[in-house]
């Protein structure tokens, strides 16, 4: 099946900075990868994705990337808010079996 | 959003019990699902479902049964529950569709005794 490996599991930016958090995946079916922030106690939420038709999508100040031979992807966040601060779960999909395989987390955190 | 909703939000219950997670979702999504999240694991699939009638097993099923006799609700229950299964489940639903994000519910923390 799917794996999903996910670094780092920590990531501390000052406020202002990037961050970059990377992904791999195994199966090369994969063709679905969406990214979910999950705040403390709360549910995760998807704050973007990419299908595999596609090398890169932005949103305001979130990207992701996407390279199919190689069999990774990342999230890149700039200008970073202390709000930004929560941890994020990337994911694979092959699109025909609708499964989700997450990472295991990345807990980020924006120092003031 | 309150599309889909899990009930109850907490529970406590002893080893040997059964207990039963809801989901319920609005969106008349076909594709529904249920994850456990333990530190260090990030999020593992225990079921999921393609329509009413239809589940199939994920990554972690054992100890578990889920049931789908209508779209909207999708039941987790646990038969005789153990200490190891306790952890927070989440709930999501997605579109018929491929490629399609899944939604999730705002989880059920569980502590078994």
């Known amino acids: 099946g799917e794996n999903v490996e996910q670094h780092p599991s920590t990531l501390s930016v000052q406020e202002g900075d990037s961050a970059v958090i990377k992904c791999t995946y195994s199966?090369?079916?994969?063709?679905?990868f969406p990214w979910y922030k999950q705040e403390l106690g709360k549910r995760p939420q998807l704050i973007i994705d990419?299908?595999?038709?596609?090398g890169e999508k932005k949103d305001q100040r979130i990207a992701v990337t996407l390279n199919k031979t190689a069999k990774h992807f990342s999230l890149h966040i700039t200008e970073t808010q202390p709000e930004d601060s929560a941890v994020y779960f990337c994911?694979?999909?092959?699109?025909?079996?609708?499964?989700?395989?997450f990472g295991s987390g990345t807990q980020l955190t924006v120092l003031p | 959003d309150a599309g889909i909703t899990q009930s109850p939000r907490y529970k406590i219950t002893e080893t040997g019990r059964q207990v039963t997670l809801m989901c319920h979702q609005t969106?008349?999504?076909?594709?529904m699902f249920w994850y456990r999240q333990d530190l260090g694991h990030g999020l593992r699939l225990i079921y999921y479902?393609?329509?009413?009638?239809?589940?199939d097993k994920g990554e972690v099923p054992d100890g578990y049964v889920v049931s789908r006799s209508k779209t909207e609700n999708f039941p987790l229950t646990l038969e005789s529950a153990t200490r190891s299964q306790t952890s927070v489940y989440f709930c999501?639903?997605?579109?018929?569709?491929?490629?399609?994000?899944?939604?999730f519910g705002d989880g059920t923390r569980l502590s078994i005794l």
């Open positions: 999501a639903s997605s579109e018929f569709e491929t490629n399609q994000p899944q939604h």
């Open positions: 199966d090369s079916a994969s063709n679905y």
């Open positions: 990419i299908r595999s038709n596609v």
């Open positions: 994911a694979a999909s092959a699109g025909s079996a609708r499964q989700l395989t």
């Open positions: 969106w008349s999504h076909s594709y």
């Open positions: 479902s393609a329509a009413a009638d239809i589940t």
